[in-house]
């Protein structure tokens, strides 16, 4: 039985077999876990070591002393979760440092350990292999973290608005039904009324009511007929008050994203050029990518990145699923939120364009599509620093016009070249 190898030793010979050129000369290689961060250095006249810290900052400060005594230059780790942002603040300034997908740098299965993989990335940073991550400056991650709990913020004020009118329907009382918004300044001066009273009149609430609303003074009336319990008061009120303190938190926050997004005013007022990019939106794209563009390569990199770019997916000459790639998530929805809103704008190319694509592909792929093509418009728009000007809506419907004309004219010159042949 001797003679005999395992599976698991003939694959780490096959590993160790594997030769690289090297074109670092000097790098480590780490595996970020929870709470241990596994470090393998290798290079020119320095022996291949394996330590194990943890990610408090004080050992991470000792992994910075480490790598600087053993004049390590580069290193590379894995983008897996959000475990990397601590070493990434302790080492950042000291090395330069690849944040890499965890595809490219997988271990070969069968003999997977912390250790091994540490030396695996080391021995591909080394050999030039790994491409890294894009990684915001301190400013951007910032302005990100703020933007993105915005969102959540008022995902949690949608949340509590819905629940607070399926309640209201449990009372019988029926707002949504003739105010376009429960929530405006009348809707709200109503459900104060109902809330505080605990006998009112229907009618007694119609001078609450201004401007114009779009149903009639009869239907007003049975809508605010209702019975409500203490318990659903009690709840309403709590709702009600929780809506509140989320719009001023909103408020506030939004305010700390105006302060902290000043220094880039002039790229936001550039994105405003597009059509469907409002405030929101072009300070989500600016905390997403930033403003140095040349962390991308090229515009395909950065919709690559984003996942709002077409797949490849090619085998044997057939093109199978060509879905768009997994990204940047934050990123993809503000996209998608633009593009809806400019396909609602007036003679512009992006609408004309969202209309030639969603009979052939439907509403989702076509809107997927017109959000790659703001992205690429605002990947030149930053980084030429020139504002967005729009072809027009009646663009395709030129072209298409031009390219039907020379069709034709073709078709013409062959029957006449058929017709003299006859002759």
């Known amino acids: 039985m001797g003679k005999y190898k395992t599976k698991s030793e003939n ?41 194990t810290y943890s990610t408090f900052t004080s050992e991470l400060k000792d992994l910075k002393i480490w790598l600087k005594g053993n004049n390590i230059t580069h290193v590379a ?17 000291d090395f330069t440092l690849l944040l890499v997908n965890a595809r490219p740098i997988k271990n070969v299965p069968g003999h997977k350990t912390d250790k091994k993989d540490s030396k695996w990335i080391a021995k591909l940073l080394l050999s030039g292999l790994l491409k890294g991550s894009f990684i915001p400056n301190k400013t951007i991650a910032a302005l990100r973290e703020l933007t993105r709990y915005r969102v959540r913020l008022n995902g949690m004020l949608a949340s509590e608005k819905n629940r607070f009118l399926k309640i209201l329907e449990g009372t019988n009382i029926k707002l949504s039904r003739v105010l376009t918004d429960v929530f405006c300044h009348t809707g709200r001066k109503i459900i104060k009324h109902i809330l505080e009273k605990q006998s009112y009149e229907p009618s007694e609430l119609l001078v609450l009511i201004h401007g114009r609303v779009k149903a009639r003074q009869e239907d007003l009336i049975k809508a605010m007929e209702g019975q409500i319990e203490p318990a659903q008061r009690y709840l309403l009120k709590a709702i009600m008050d929780h809506i509140e303190d989320l719009e001023a938190r909103i408020e506030e926050h939004t305010k700390e994203i105006e302060k902290m997004s000043g220094p880039y005013r002039e790229e936001l007022n550039l994105l405003k050029t597009i059509p469907g990019v409002g405030e929101n939106i072009a300070v989500g794209i600016i905390s997403e990518i930033g403003v140095d563009m040349e962390q991308f390569p090229s515009h395909k990199h950065l919709s690559s990145w984003a996942g709002i770019s077409p ?26 939120e633009g593009a809806w ?83």
């Open 11 to 51: 694959t780490d010979r096959t590993q160790n077999s594997i030769a690289f050129e090297q074109v670092i000369e000097r790098g480590c290689g780490l595996d970020v876990h929870t709470d241990t961060v596994v470090a393998t250095i290798q290079g020119k006249g320095i022996q291949t070591v394996t330590k």
């Open 77 to 93: 780790m894995e983008s897996t979760g959000v475990y990397w942002k601590p070493v990434i603040n302790i080492l950042g300034e």
């Open 311 to 336: 797949g490849n997916n090619e085998s044997a000459g057939k093109n199978r699923s060509g879905r768009v790639t997994k990204g940047n998530k934050w990123l993809k929805t503000k996209l998608i």
């Open 341 to 423: 809103s400019a396909t609602r704008s007036k003679d512009t190319y992006l609408r004309s364009k969202y209309r030639s694509l969603v009979g052939r592909k439907g509403p989702k792929k076509a809107i997927i599509a017109i959000g790659h093509k703001m992205l690429i418009a605002a990947y030149y728009i930053i980084k030429e620093k020139k504002s967005y000007k729009d072809l027009g809506g009646s663009y395709l419907a030129n072209f298409s016009k031009d390219k039907l004309i020379n069709f034709y004219k073709h078709q013409l010159a062959k029957l006449e070249a058929t017709s003299l042949a006859c002759i």
